[in-house]
């Protein structure tokens, strides 16, 4: 999968929970399923729900317009807006890495595909660039400057990122851990897994729990545990199955996401239809 972190990174002003992230998670839940239009009213009627005021709500919708993410179209007073081609094509990205998670992590070859990139100090941001990107892209570093990642093919990935940065004295290679090392030697060194683990039994503790009532608690509850669960694909770098715990909270927190987003979706789908139905635009 070709990932972006330039376009798909959340930025402090759309941290979790804030009014954009959850506008952006409202958008590829229930928008770009249901065709790719919304009226205003249904976003900031979702978003007050979900306890962002109407001035936030309102700036962020207008911000995703001025982003490109949606257009808007004049129906007298009101407003419906539509997923531009940019929006629709990050929303899709973006679903397929978030209900694609653990999807790659069932087998391995016990091949480790290595990257070895020393920059420079002077080059500090260009060093830190390389480091994120990196480790969006599921690697981990043993030493500076040097990452490794079990999936040996993600160097396509790999040196789109060095082309990028213009670092050309890289060298990547594969290789399997000698007698002297095991691979949960370089699993200890690469990623700290103790810190995943607490997040997800973070999400577990917070989403398992829950059980919405209503139509729109529903919607607000989904939303809620899709835009938590939207920061794992940064975070996890999908390691195989080989290299895991069997009882490896990650699997159980997955389990956790996608039976609760089944239970709840047809509830939540039925307030946005609703809600969308509820309103009748001015015909000229």
């Not at 396509?156 to 290679?173: G, K, Y």
């Amino acid at each position: 999968m070709n990932r972006n972190p330039a376009r798909l990174a959340t930025s402090g002003s759309d941290r979790q929970g804030g009014a954009r992230s959850l506008l952006m998670t409202m958008l590829g839940e229930f928008v770009l399923p249901t065709g790719g239009s919304v009226w205003t009213t249904t976003m900031v009627e979702g978003l007050i729900a979900l306890g962002v005021s109407e001035r936030n709500a309102r700036q962020a919708i207008a911000r995703s317009g001025d982003q490109g993410i949606i257009c808007v179209e004049r129906h007298g007073r009101l407003a419906r807006w539509h997923l531009t081609e940019q929006g629709t094509e990050l929303l899709t990205v973006g679903a397929e890495r978030i209900y694609g998670l653990g999807a790659s992590a069932d087998s391995w070859d016990h091949r480790w595909l290595v990257v070895i990139c020393s920059v420079p100090e002077s080059q500090r941001s260009k060093r830190h660039q390389f480091r994120t990107r990196m480790t969006f892209e599921g690697f981990g570093f043993i030493a500076p400057g040097i990452a490794v990642s079990p999936h040996v093919d993600r160097e396509n990935a790999c040196s789109r990122i060095l082309q990028s940065l213009d670092l050309d004295d890289a060298i990547t290679f594969t290789a399997t851990k000698g007698s002297l090392t095991l691979d949960a030697d370089v699993l200890a060194k690469a990623w700290e897994l103790d810190t995943l683990a607490d997040r997800y039994q973070e999400f577990i503790d917070e989403f398992d729990p829950e059980d919405p009532q209503t139509d729109l608690a529903a919607l607000t509850t989904t939303v809620r545990m899709v835009d938590a669960w939207r920061m794992f694909p940064f975070l996890d770098p999908e390691l195989p199955a080989q290299l895991m715990p069997a009882d490896w909270v990650g699997k159980l927190a997955q389990d956790t996401f996608d039976q609760r987003r089944g239970e709840w979706k047809k509830a939540a789908l039925a307030w946005f239809t609703s809600s969308e139905s509820a309103v009748e635009p001015t015909v000229t």
